[in-house]
Structures are given as C-alpha cells and as structure tokens.
C-alpha cells in the first residue's frame, strides 16, 4: 500500500473513532480561495518592491510577459499563486 494511501486511511480511521465523521455524507469542494491581491500586484522577484506609496503602473505594462509563481511574488499578499481551474481557464491569484 502506498505510503500516501496508509496516511489517509489512518487519518480517516481517527476521525471516525473520535466520532468526527459518519457514513452519512462525503463531498470535496475545488473551489480556490481569492487572495486579497491583483495581478497588479504580481511582480517579478528579481525587482525592488514597490512601497505603499508608489504610484501604480500604467495598465497594461505586462502584456507580452509571462507570470508564474517561480518567477513573481505579490507584493499585497505573499502567500497568493496563481490559480486556474483547467486547460484555457483565465489564472487568478488565490
């Protein structure tokens, strides 16, 4: 049994011992939490952070750039990534 499996079965058995879960219902949820940021505010890492009162860029100063998280932090939120739901979905930070 993989070591992956042997986890969540073990973490399952815990949950029903302790009375948490029944057999009643499942379900998962993919929904992405937003994060409290733009895209704006995705830069990339190798450039100074703007401070708070820095004026904004011209929209569209990005536009032929690639954004990835290996390569940008969120100056707003530095927990926020980028997020899409499939193949041809639009990336949001979340």
């Known amino acids: 049994m993989p070591l992956w499996r042997l986890f969540f079965e073990r973490a399952k058995g815990l949950t029903r011992w302790s ?5 009643a219902h499942f379900s998962a949820d993919a929904t992405q939490i937003g994060a409290w940021a733009s895209h704006k505010s995705f830069v990339r ?8 009162d820095a004026p904004l860029s011209p929209p569209g100063d990005f536009i032929g750039q690639k954004r990835k998280n290996k390569t940008r932090d969120s100056t707003t939120d530095p927990d926020a990534r980028l997020a899409g739901k ?3 979905d639009d990336s949001r930070l979340c």
């Open 19 to 23: 009375g948490l879960t029944t057999d």
């Open 45 to 52: 890492k190798d450039k100074v952070k703007p401070s708070s």
């Open 86 to 88: 499939g193949e041809g």
